[in-house]
Every structure is written in C-alpha cells, then in structure tokens.
C-alpha cells in the first residue's frame, strides 16, 4: 500500500530563514506532486517531479526527487511572509494514476 | 483561462438532507475529479472520470454518494442523505489527460448539523 508521510506537519520560522519540508513515500512512485493550499483556498499545482535526481525551482522554492531514498524535499529559501500556507506532496503510479497525499506541512513565516 | 468552478461555495445542511454540489472543469479537460478534504488532511479521492465515463470510484461511499458526468464535461455530486461526518470540503479537479497537470476548483464547504 502506497503511503505518504510530511515532515515537519507543523513549521513556524522567521522571514528570511531557510527551511526544508520533507516527503518520505512507502513504495515506488511514478510521479510525485507538490502543492499549496491557502487558508479557505484550493490547492495550487507547485511542482511535478519525474524522474529520479529531478529538480525544479520557481521563486523561493525549490524541490527535489530522489526515487531511490522514496524523498523529495522542498527547500525554502529566505522565507518571505508571502509563503505561508499549508504544502502538500502527493504521489501516484502510472498504473491507476489515484494521487495519494500526505498530511500537509502547515509553514508560517513570521515577520 | 477560466479556472474550475464549482457551486455552491457553502453549504449548510441538516443531517438526513440530500445535498447536490456541480462543477464546471476546465474546458477540454478530459479528466475530471471528485475529492473530499477534511480540516487537517490531504484531500482524498472519490472519484475520477474520463469523459463521461467513471473509471475509478472505488473510494465513493456508494451507499450515500452518486456521481454523474453528462455529456463528459459539467459534474453533479450528490449525497443523500448527508451524516454528520460529510462534513468536509469537496474539491473537482481537473486536467487535460491523465497524468497530466491537475487544476482544483475552490471547492464546496459542506456542514452538516
């Protein structure tokens, strides 16, 4: 059974810190997701990560995927209060393409 | 672009009520999602169109819950009768094909008292 587990669920930081969420996957993935979801909001589509190695940027953010370790990280980069928000990742295998999601990593970014 | 609406945005209901929530994906988007979230939790799977056709509600509540997708693009969720643990909020998505990028809609805040 394929599981998704976020750490930390709970980030307090101070703007202008870096910081890591982390994104541990029980089983072998084919493609692995990370969104953001503001409070009351929907979830917005951040990254999708393919391959093993695979590294995406935009802005602040920046994640990684490494199929053999089943981890990918999000790597925040002096935090700005604009970040705040709750960050899933997801996974899914391409032979039912059924997301499964982790918990969420709630970030506050405190000025 | 337009984005994927959906209505209502709130819903309050008694428990034993029918409750209906619609969804307009993202024009020629092929795929089409149900999920339900609940405070705290990553949303969860309750069904996946392609086109017209359910190809996955192994996770929807069959007892409770139907689904429909006429003509392969607007979407009806239904439940009936709502329990109090339907509490939750209720996300259509869509994307153009499988595997492909998925977008959400802002998603329907049901209580149920």
């Known amino acids: 059974e394929l599981k998704v587990e976020q750490n930390p669920l709970f980030l307090s930081m101070q703007e202008g810190k870096n910081y890591t969420i982390y994104c541990n996957y029980s089983?072998?993935?084919?493609?692995l997701y990370w969104y953001r979801q503001d409070p009351g909001k929907s979830l917005e589509s951040l990254f999708v990560l393919l391959s093993n190695g695979a590294v995406k940027q935009e802005g602040r953010l920046m994640a990684s995927l490494d199929t053999k370790a089943r981890l990918s990280t999000l790597h925040i980069t002096a935090a700005v209060h604009d970040l705040s928000a709750t960050y899933f990742c997801?996974?899914?295998?391409?032979?039912?393409?059924?997301?499964?999601w982790g918990a969420g990593t709630k970030l506050i970014i405190k000025p | 672009e337009a984005g994927v609406v959906q209505s209502p945005r709130y819903k309050i209901i008694e428990k034993k009520q029918p409750v209906a929530f619609w969804c307009n994906p993202i024009s020629g988007h092929n795929t089409l999602y149900w999920y339900r979230q609940n405070l705290g939790q990553g949303p969860e799977l309750l069904i996946r169109?392609?086109?017209?056709?359910?190809?996955?509600d192994s996770q929807l509540p069959k007892d409770r819950f139907s689904a429909e997708r006429l003509k392969g693009v607007d979407s009806t969720l239904k439940i009936q009768p709502a329990e109090l643990g339907d509490s939750a909020v209720y996300l259509c998505?869509?994307?153009?094909?499988?595997?492909?990028?998925?977008?959400f809609g802002p998603g329907t805040r049901l209580t149920v008292l």
């Open positions: 997801a996974v899914d295998k391409a032979s039912n393409y059924q997301l499964i």
């Open positions: 089983t072998t993935s084919d493609r």
């Open positions: 169109y392609e086109n017209e056709e359910a190809v996955d």
């Open positions: 998505a869509s994307s153009l094909e499988l595997a492909a990028r998925t977008f």
